[in-house]
């Protein structure tokens, strides 16, 4: 592969910025000044912020490694960044890293109808996927809130999961094929032509949701679907919350597996009407259920009938369908602009990302309830309650001196309720920075030792992304360069 | 935890056997004569055979770490084996190991029917799981044709298939938890308590499929999944084996996922009907496909009936419909003890296990039987054709000098075949010791590199089932003990 190199006259006295910028093409592919460089001192996770050295735009895979064995050799850390979308801080330079963005990598390589793939490079947007073959009528299904705005690479990082991954699984479900750079600047290809199970260790679901310590996807494979003949979808408001719980679990009982199955309390309700995407939800509720279900055209009605029935058990107030695909439309988007719409409501708000067995619905929103009045701090639940995914979001204002520490901390116990239950401490939005110390809630030493030690294989000089995902330091570099 | 531990007077000389059986609770928990030791000199694989140095049966999770340890500390190779059904030798002792038998270990611990999910030891038979919780509704989706016989642990070791993963997936699909016992005799959790997508590294995705050589599974948590309202079954025969694998890829283009898809060709329809569950199929078509379509009651007809529009389109010559259960058992029972019946036919037979890209059937299907005939060997093939998941059955005579080289010469050039058209060497038996050199069909020497390299960080001293799965001796003791 031949680059065609741009001499380009930059004002820095970093001899290093100079040089990496001989290895990427075209115009303004390194950025350097400080005013350049704010815009990536942090995603989606804002309560962090640290400057990169420099902020590099590679257009292939070959200059991507250039790059990365040129930091390799002199030591630089460096880390990979798609659209800045994280909520857990899995892109912020905390060691003053080499970002290299991939947001110029992001065409759409190949599409496969009949063996139901298609290949992207990783700064590709997840939504655009789906709309390069719907025509065609076929869609990719992990759908994350920010799918209007999120790249492919980064849901591979973070092993992004949606509303629909209920039914269709989250991101490693549907990654047939990876090509890598890894910290060394070799470059390896896993799953090869999208032949999913292939031999020997699965790479492929190490890599996916490594969240950017392990290597640097440069293209990948994915599964598509072929549309659902039918979809119905629903709205189920409920007077209590926990009869709305009660209502998750048994539609799940019931042998349904419905396409989503979200739900909003009371406080998130009050948030969403008041922002960009209102419906009419009523505000004396304490619980709305959105579900949806899919398939072909026949079953469709004896599913919604089905989860009608639970409903009734459950005391539902009222329940409604969508009347068309323009309604279904107005539903989701009061649901996937959630988290923002909080801004209509509090200054601040931080997202949480606990999973819980389904059972323990009821018990672990009461506890979050709890928490919410020992710290003083509302608390807004929006979540995938079919696969008991929460999202906590405590409600704060970041100018009232101590509130954010609170904030942290309302957060990492609702986390810690989570794990009380028997479940985790993340569903889709990865642990980055965010959530290291609450790895602690789910490993013990060892356990956390058994995967820092894989990550010493891949990423031996610790240069790649360090800082993020385990609490300890690791046996490398990491203890030079641990956060103050 | 506290292990009763018996005293056995055992002849014998060897210090480590006197040793191990000290570790072991309860009678005959370890065998150490040569006449006992042939029962373990090779799998389902029988190409090649080795006698263990013992073979130990633990009774729990602490002896397992004991005996593990002790073996770790004497530097003594060792490997854990199942039922031994595995068709790739990754249970055969190359290195006079001393086996780990887990079918003392057999007992379901837990059934969790709210959130889905149950508990078993890795000893425990995966038929029994769906038998156990039938009556109440719910399977266990993962159907190897060896499922009466074949334990849950060593479907994690291969991380096997089956008919029905198709629609369902393969055993990693449905695995959410391991305890797991390392080479050094740590033992450690992983998806804790069932929740699946855990945070940090997807160990659970790499233990699964690792072919016994990254540690030992004590403890298993699986998905189980309630059965569906209504399934139906079809069997449609072609004239043309063209047709029949045009019809399994327009079945999928249609949008429609079977629960299963299954094909057998001429020769295969002539073992099968010569052995024990003949269900009259008729002799002189090329390709039977086997069809089953599950879900709620009101859509199955409608699946159905796009079926057979698109096997008429292909020239179907006659579609028939299971009438009963018993009717659907026996087309099962044909199909699944299909590779056996080539025993009818033929003194000997080799299976195996390669994937391709549905759209490649035809070609691959054509070159196998170039393969065939360029051997002089006859090829079934009985397969599951919905995910391009091949099994050629090389039929031969071990009596004669030179065959059984011959077939495996001609298993291999099978699967290079499915190489070259962009697939992969094994979907479902992994690699073991039959698919070691094949594995440079799919990977670059850099990528086998990867893969050894994270053996190494569990299996540092390679005393675990050493020889397995890599063609290339790996950095640590394996250069020691390479096969001869």
Chains 1, 2 share one sequence.
Not at 117 to 137: H, Q
Not at 318 to 339: I, L, M, Q, S, Y
Request: overall charge negative; glycine content about 10%.
């Amino acid at each position: 592969m031949v680059t065609k190199m741009v001499q380009i006259n930059l004002k820095t006295k970093d001899i290093h910025i100079s040089n990496l910028a001989k290895l990427v093409s075209g115009p303004n592919a390194i950025l350097y000044k400080d005013e350049d460089l704010l815009a990536y001192d942090c995603d989606g996770f804002t309560i962090k912020r640290h400057l990169p050295r420099a902020v590099i735009f590679p257009k292939d895979t070959h200059e991507v490694s250039q790059i990365v064995k040129y930091c390799a050799k002199h030591n630089l850390p460096f880390l990979a960044r798609g659209a800045g979308t994280g909520l857990s801080g899995g892109a912020i330079p905390l060691n003053n890293e080499v970002i290299i963005s991939l947001v110029r990598m992001k065409r759409l390589l190949e599409i496969d109808l009949e063996n139901r793939r298609a290949v992207v490079e990783p700064g590709f947007v997840n939504l655009k996927l789906t709309n390069s073959i719907s025509d065609k009528g076929y869609y990719y299904a992990p759908d994350p809130s920010s799918q209007y705005a999120c790249t492919i690479g980064g849901n591979v990082a973070e092993n992004a999961g949606g509303a629909h991954c209920l039914k269709y699984g989250v991101t490693t479900n549907h990654i047939l094929g990876l090509e890598v750079v890894l910290p060394n600047g070799d470059i390896i290809e896993i799953g090869k032509n999208g032949i999913p199970d292939a031999p020997g260790y699965d790479l492929l679901g190490l890599l996916t949701g490594s969240e950017g310590t392990l290597g640097i996807v440069t293209k990948i494979t994915v599964r598509i679907l072929k549309n659902p003949e039918a979809k119905q979808t629903v709205l189920a408001y409920f007077d209590k919350i926990d009869d709305g719980s009660k209502a998750v679990s048994d539609i799940i009982s019931s042998g349904i597996v419905p396409a989503a199955l979200e739900m909003m309390d009371k406080t998130a309700i009050e948030g969403v009407e008041a922002a960009a995407f209102p419906v009419g939800h009523p505000k004396d509720i304490e619980a709305v259920l959105l579900i949806e279900v899919d398939g072909i055209t026949a079953g469709i009605n004896d599913q919604i009938n089905l989860i009608l029935d639970v409903c009734q058990k459950r005391n539902v107030r009222e329940v409604k369908a969508a009347r068309d695909e323009a309604e279904r439309g107005r539903w989701w988007a009061n649901r996937k602009t959630g988290f923002g719409a909080m801004g209509a409501i509090s200054p601040d708000y931080l997202v949480q990302d606990g999973v819980i067995p389904r059972s323990k619905l009821p018990e672990v929103l009461a506890k979050i309830n709890q928490i919410s009045e020992e710290n003083g701090l509302r608390i807004a639940n929006i979540f995938h309650a079919g696969d008991g995914n929460l999202h906590p979001l405590v409600l704060f204002d970041s100018r009232i001196p101590g509130e954010t520490e609170k904030a942290i901390q309302a957060g990492s116990e609702c986390l810690k309720a989570c794990a009380d239950v028997g479940g985790s401490i993340t569903g889709e939005h990865g642990v980055g920075i965010e959530k290291k110390e609450e790895m602690r809630f789910v490993f013990h030493d060892h356990e956390i030792q058994a995967q820092t030690d894989i990550r010493d294989v891949f990423n031996p000089d610790y240069l790649l992304n360090a800082g993020k995902l385990f609490p300890a330091p690791g046996r490398c570099a990491e203890v030079k360069r641990e956060l103050k």
